[in-house]
């Protein structure tokens, strides 16, 4: 009987443990989530892992469902391979998307960022991942692997546009390959880090029609 007692005694007291680390979880959680309503910026400094959890969570709800589906599926592989990835941009305004294409870091009014739903919620089918460690730089060593997770799960990132049909050639070569020991001198695209479907385009997009959005049917490479 004393036994017992002091055995159902131990049971609750590694509960309580569990519960209370349980709660301490939650609290910094909560205290990181709130941290970011002021946004932090895009492409600053390394986050905590909980600080960057918590801001990828928040991109990851300006997506359309059926895209935050596969941008989920894509941070998961980038993390096994011991990568940091931070969604930068998600969902953009039509003012943000003019200022980008002011500053050179779009080519298109109206695109795959600024898609809304139908009371105009944020429904974004693009967004822009980076290297958390290292967010201002273009490093091939976290682009190339990013490219080769997307494009396995029917995504595309920008890292072929803009480059000639010789240069294309090379990074699909070491896409294909896995091999990035020659990426650090190779000449990528203008937009490494944009994520979008490939077989769909923004009006589509906008207008739900989003049948064939992760099936290559046409040459969407540049
Ligand atoms: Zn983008």
């Known amino acids: 009987m004393h036994k017992r007692v002091i055995t159902s005694f131990g049971f609750y007291k590694c509960k309580a443990a569990f519960v ?11 205290l990181a989530y709130n941290s970011l309503s002021r946004p932090l910026p895009p492409y600053g400094a390394p986050r905590s892992h ?15 469902p059926a895209f935050r589906l596969k941008v989920r599926a894509v941070i998961k592989d980038l993390k096994t391979r011991k990568l940091r990835p931070r969604i930068a941009t998600a969902w953009r305004s039509p003012q943000s998307q003019a200022d980008a294409v002011a500053a050179g870091k779009s080519k298109v009014q109206f695109g795959f960022h600024n898609i809304t739903g139908p009371n105009g919620q ?48 090379l990074v699909e070569l070491s896409i294909e390959k896995e091999d990035w020991a020659g990426t650090t001198t190779m000449r990528t695209g203008w937009d490494p880090a944009h994520l979008q479907p ?11 029609l989003i049948k064939g959005a992760f099936v290559k049917p046409r040459d969407n490479s540049k």
């Not at 209370?20 to 909560?30: E, M, P, Q």
């Open 198 to 208: 490939i077989g769909i385009t923004a009006e589509q997009a906008q207008k739900d």
């Open 20 to 30: 209370g680390a349980f709660a301490l979880v939650a609290i910094a959680a909560y």
């Open 122 to 169: 944020k429904r974004a089918w693009a967004c822009d991942i980076v290297d958390d460690n290292n967010a201002r730089v273009t490093n091939p060593k976290f682009f190339f692997p990013l490219a080769k997770i997307a494009e396995s799960h029917g995504l595309i990132t920008g890292i072929r546009w803009g480059l000639s049909e010789s240069d294309i050639r």
């Open 50 to 64: 909980l600080i960057l959890w918590v801001q990828n969570e928040q991109k990851l709800k300006e997506l359309h």
